[in-house]
């Protein structure tokens, strides 16, 4: 268990309610309490509006109480609304300081912002209440990996592994930052978690262990073991999700649709900002889109912001009207009773919220991997900014995904024939993209980075209309933070290992292999 695991009541210091200090009288307390109560229970059950109602309720009858902002903060989170969370999650910790539950989660939530250094500074405040909460001490960790002091999450880690043998998500995190050699000395320590993995007392620790041992395995050779605990951990994560893969072929499938070749579409971009600062960088995950990040953000006039969800929360909100040829509607329907944005405010706002992540940048790097759904609507709102393909091999990408947690975020991992059948819809989809948008993009495929860096690196600076630097083939020194799970590769100089990586599988990738068959 984890902070993002832990249920929606904080071990925390309690807020004072009373008469005196709130104003309230004792029957609006009482209607507080229950309504707040109201809200945990909601929250737990996943009846998240709900929730959200009571908790409002809370909010109405006293503005300062703490609780209903945290849960609307998680309420947030739970929709990948990370922006909307940590305001959340602010403003709860503004009125109740010292509350180790919700700092870790305002944690969790500001690594998923890229905000390295605010949570390993809400980490410390954490920590600085209660010393010996382990999973503030992992969170803490994890921080430091995303820095760059690998050295620093080592330490922490390694105690941890010795302190909690049955607490695996240290090992977890650990097996990214080390390459196991046979008899080495964590050797005894993995074997060790191994043997008791039977006394691992829930499925996300039984997950994290999997995981890790798989990583263990597969580094010292044994790749049969390795892969049934690969196998494992992903049968653990797709127990009693509701997942059909059908919802995601009709959402690319759309996407076409909406955007068709030779649209009206194409040429209504008078609304949109002409800024040309964001570049965005898609691809399936694991396919190197954080090593094109890496490399562009050596360049001294490029930042690299990491995975925004800016431009999806500006589609989710925006009005874009039918052009006679097809009704281009928001992708998220969740918000009608919202009020929703014209297009062009959408868009200048988008290019504000993205130009302030470093102003004065010529280009500022957005990475966010699925931002391939939404190439569409990123033409009407930014026509003049560039996107990045990252392509690899189909089969080593798929391997790539199903041996890494992303802690539920990517259902279709879990499968290898589910994986197979997303990654040939996601390939068609770009293939579309490609057709209907030939200039905007450029594809970059990761076995030609890893043959020759440097002739890809100036490739795709050219691209972008920028001098060369040579300080992009040293990206591996760039200090800047990191928050995938290609934290370790883009702090190293390029390394060929993971070229054909699905060669030392043999039958077990048989069905990842017949779903590729379109596209192999």
Not at 31 to 40: C, D, I
Not at 65 to 93: C, D, H, M, N, W
Not at 281 to 295: A, F, H, N, W, Y
Not at 326 to 345: A, G, I, M, Y
Request: net charge negative; charged share 25%.
């Amino acid at each position: 268990m984890n902070g993002k695991q832990s249920n929606s009541k904080d071990n925390a210091a309690t807020q004072n309610l009373t008469p005196e200090v709130t104003g309230l009288s004792g029957y609006q307390l009482n209607v507080l309490k229950k309504t707040m109560a109201k809200a945990r229970k909601a929250f737990n059950e996943k009846k998240y509006e709900l929730s959200e109602d009571s908790c409002r309720q809370c909010i109405d009858i006293y503005p300062h109480y703490a609780a209903p902002f945290a849960v609307l903060g998680r309420i947030a989170y739970s929709f990948q609304k990370f922006e909307l969370a940590a305001t959340y999650f602010k403003k709860s910790l503004d009125i109740l300081p010292e509350v180790p539950g919700r700092l870790l989660f305002y944690s969790i939530v500001l690594s998923d912002l890229n905000r390295q250094e605010e949570a390993l500074d809400a980490i410390d405040k954490c920590l600085n209440i209660n010393p010996n909460l382990i999973h503030a001490l992992s969170s803490r960790a994890k921080a430091l990996e995303s820095l760059g002091r690998l050295d620093e999450a080592i330490e922490v880690y390694e105690m941890l592994m010795v302190d909690a043998p049955l607490y695996s998500m240290p090992f977890y995190n650990f097996s990214f930052l080390h390459k196991f050699v046979k008899g080495d000395k964590y050797s005894k320590t993995f074997e060790k978690l191994a043997e008791n993995i039977g006394s691992i007392g829930s499925d996300n620790g039984l997950v994290d262990a999997h995981f890790a041992l798989g990583k263990y395995y597969e580094d010292i050779g044994e790749h049969k073991t390795g892969f049934q605990h690969y196998l494992t951990a992903n049968e653990i994560m797709s127990n009693g999700v509701e997942y059909k893969i059908e919802t995601d072929f009709a959402l690319m499938d759309e996407c076409k649709v909406r955007f068709p070749k030779g649209g009206a579409w194409l040429n209504k971009t008078e609304s949109g900002c002409k800024t040309d600062v964001p570049v965005f960088i898609v691809g399936m995950p694991r396919s190197g889109t954080t090593l094109i990040e890496q490399i562009l953000a050596s360049h001294s006039v490029i930042h690299g912001a990491g995975e925004l969800t800016l431009l999806r929360k500006h589609v989710d909100e925006c009005i874009v009207s039918p052009f006679g040829d097809t009704n281009v509607t928001p992708l998220d329907l969740t918000n009608s009773k919202q009020f929703r944005k014209p297009l062009s405010q959408s868009a200048n706002e988008l290019a504000e919220e993205i130009i302030a992540k470093k102003p004065g940048a010529k280009h500022i790097v957005d990475k966010m991997p699925h931002n391939f759904l939404l190439l569409g609507y990123k033409h009407l709102f930014l026509p003049n900014a560039k996107v990045i393909h990252c392509k690899r091999n189909p089969i080593d990408t798929c391997l790539s995904n199903f041996c890494i947690q992303f802690s539920g975020k990517f259902p279709f991992a879990t499968d290898l024939t589910n994986l197979g059948k997303y990654y040939v819809a996601y390939a068609q989809l770009m293939e579309h993209w490609k057709e209907v948008l030939p200039d905007q993009i450029l594809e970059v495929e990761y076995e030609n980075v890893i043959d020759n860096v440097e002739f890809q690196a100036r490739r795709i600076v050219d691209f972008l209309g920028l001098e060369w630097e040579e300080e992009c083939l040293q990206f591996f020194k760039h200090k800047r933070s990191v928050n995938t799970a290609s934290f370790v590769q883009v702090r190293q100089p390029i390394y060929k290992s993971s070229v054909g990586r699905h060669e030392r599988y043999g039958d077990f990738l048989n069905p990842l292999i017949e779903a590729l068959q379109p596209v192999l």
